[in-house]
């Protein structure tokens, strides 16, 4: 399934699907990319790509959903510095940033993963090593488990 979607957006802000051949939701398409498909809209009218359009879009219906995307202070300067400043900031730093930070989490979750396999390994082979060991067994097998039932005297 890999390649780009084509979605054709019309005049009522509808999106249909090229490859499906059925119309979608925004929802939809953001389920696209979240199973890694890249998507290109593209205005049926016009043909001009509106991709960026329609992905803010769906940015801003999630915001409106959890009632924050950026914080205020953020937007602020945002809007006090103008497009040319976001545009360089998200051009250049934020892009490979959160690249970075992805590439950063998924080496640690494999880390992560290493470390408990390890760790159950050790775990395994201390028990095996263990039995046996222990000079005073015949002592402690004189005493019930604490797991099992207590002999009854009579």
């Known amino acids: 399934m890999g390649g780009k979607v084509l979605i054709k957006k019309y ?3 509808r999106l249909y699907d090229m490859e499906k051949s059925i119309h979608v939701t925004l929802r939809e398409v953001a389920d696209l990319i979240k199973q890694g498909r890249q998507v290109e809209v593209i205005d049926a009218e016009t043909k ?3 991709t960026a359009f329609i992905l803010t ?3 801003l219906e999630n915001a409106k959903n959890r009632k924050t995307l950026l914080p205020v202070p953020l937007l602020h300067l945002i809007i006090q510095y103008g497009e040319n400043v976001l545009e360089e900031f998200f ?3 934020l892009q490979q940033t959160i690249r970075n930070y992805l590439t950063y989490k998924k ?3 494999q880390q992560f993963g290493k470390w ?3 760790g159950i390994d050790l ?3 201390t028990q095996k090593t263990m039995t046996g060991l222990t000079p005073f067994q015949s002592f402690f097998d004189q005493f019930p488990s604490s797991g099992g039932k207590k002999e009854e005297k009579k």
């Open 48 to 50: 001009e790509d509106v």
């Open 11 to 13: 005049a009522n802000r």
């Open 123 to 125: 775990s395994e082979m």
């Open 91 to 93: 051009d250049k730093y």
């Open 57 to 59: 879009q769906i940015m």
């Open 116 to 118: 408990l396999d390890m």
């Open 107 to 109: 080496t640690v979750d």
